[in-house]
Nanobody, 121 residues
Framework: QVQLVESGGGLVQAGGSLRLACAAS????????MGWYRQAPGKQRELVAT???????NYADSVEGRITISRDNVKNTVYLQMNSLKPEDTAVYYC???????????????WGQGTQVTVSS
């Protein structure tokens, strides 16, 4: 089992920055990709960014150029640096980890408890 603990959320004015961190513990050898998702009130959870063990990244179009995901495989921690924040970035942000269920099949099985990010206009 893997535990994910997020930190770093809060309230920030539009144009400001926040850095989220997610520390993984437990059977971390099973983790492959890690990522961040977010869910705004009344909306479905959506992908923000993902990163492979090798550091390859993928971003949602809405955050490209403003948000950077990074990963420290020694500390088993993934980060989300968010700059030029907009009110529409307001959401609960969830850290997630992908598990290799069997060779060739992966699933986003592990989720953190979520951290609130609020951007005021």
């Amino acid at each position: 089992q893997v535990q994910l603990v997020e930190s770093g959320g809060g309230l920030v004015q539009a144009g400001g920055s926040l850095r989220l961190a997610c520390a993984a513990s437990g059977t971390i050898f099973s983790i492959r990709d890690m990522g961040w998702y977010r869910q705004a009130p009344g909306k479905q959870r959506e992908l923000v960014a993902t990163i492979t063990r090798g550091g390859n990244t993928n971003y949602a179009d809405s955050v490209e150029g403003r948000i950077t995901i990074s990963r420290d495989n020694v500390k088993n921690t993934v980060y989300l640096q968010m700059n030029s924040l907009k009110p529409e970035d307001t959401a609960v942000y969830y850290c997630a980890a992908e598990r290799e269920v069997k060779p060739g099949f992966r699933r986003w099985d592990y989720w953190g408890q979520g951290t609130q990010v609020t951007v005021s206009s």
